[in-house]
């Protein structure tokens, strides 16, 4: 029964409705970025097969886009939320001139799926979404990849294989074992730590993964791609340790780390929305300009 517990509260975390979302983003001073997304993007929907799930979502051409090398940004959301929480950065990319990939990560909005399995999945389905992105915009894309807290992990997590023009990194967990021992079974302490984590890894084998195989942070030892990443000093979920000792393991010269002071898990935007643009366009930027995109 403590295992059912735990993977409901783990694994079927709160699933919340686009329209919920963006109303939320809206009362935050994102109203620009949803009203492009509704009244200004040319969106085009798309279904991507990954395992047992259908990916569901959509790309958005930009007509400032004219290079012979096409720009594209694929963003990550983060758990509770579906692709609407994503919107708000994928302004940001668009006002550069990036074309936009936006989905539905598995168990979330209209993907769908019984479980979310933090990561262990979710990274292969990233790997789809990147292979369909690429046939949309051609091989030889400069492309990157966005993503907030579980899908910032997942982003890293995909560099044991996939090669990005640039990652940008949100809040992202190292290690899900080294997160779930930090803070996933506050709500489970009455039974002690050692049988919660017992009662979820008995959970989790029971829906086909290993959490302690989760661990993002590995990724980055054969990895040279520019990573920037951000996050909150007052983050309760993620510490900011976390973002640190990838960092750390960066080898590529213009991978960047910002600590906003004061701020909670998935904050920083909301919190520093300029400050958060100003470094999000310098790194790209600095990217491109390494790149020699033209």
Request: hydrophobic content about 40%.
């Amino acid at each position: 029964m403590l295992a059912e517990y735990l993977i409901d509260l783990v694994m079927k975390p709160k699933n919340t409705p686009f329209d919920i979302t963006e109303d939320m983003d809206r009362k935050e001073g994102f109203v620009g970025a949803f009203h492009d997304y509704h009244q200004v993007w040319e969106r085009t929907p798309f279904e991507v097969p990954s395992d047992d799930i259908v990916i569901k979502g959509e790309y958005i051409v930009n007509p400032m886009d004219e290079g012979t090398r096409k720009k594209v940004c694929i963003l990550c959301h983060g758990q509770t939320v579906s692709r609407a929480g994503a919107v708000k950065y994928a302004k940001l990319f668009y006002d550069l001139g990036y074309n936009i990939v936006l989905f539905d990560q598995r168990y979330f909005g209209l993907t769908g799926g019984e479980y979310c399995t933090l990561g262990y999945k979710e990274a292969k389905d990233i790997k789809r979404v990147i292979a369909f992105t690429k046939t949309i915009f051609g091989e030889d894309c400069f492309w990157g990849l966005h993503g907030e807290s579980e899908g910032a992990a997942c982003s890293i997590k995909v560099l044991d294989t996939e090669k990005p023009d640039f990652v940008v990194a949100d809040c992202p967990f190292a290690d899900l074992g080294r997160l779930i021992n930090e803070q996933a079974f506050k709500r489970a302490l009455w039974i002690g730590k050692k049988a919660a984590l017992k009662a979820v890894e008995i959970g989790v084998e029971r829906c086909g993964f290993d959490y302690r195989e989760v661990r993002p942070i590995d990724s980055l030892n054969d990895c040279n791609v520019p990573i920037l990443f951000m996050h909150g000093k007052r983050d309760r979920l993620i510490n900011w340790k976390h973002s640190k000792d990838m960092y750390l393991m960066c080898k590529n010269e213009l991978s960047r780390i910002y600590i906003f002071p004061s701020t909670d898990h998935a904050r920083s935007i909301f919190n520093y929305a300029i400050s958060y643009k100003e470094l999000l366009t310098e790194f790209v930027n600095n990217v491109e300009k390494a790149g020699d995109l033209k």
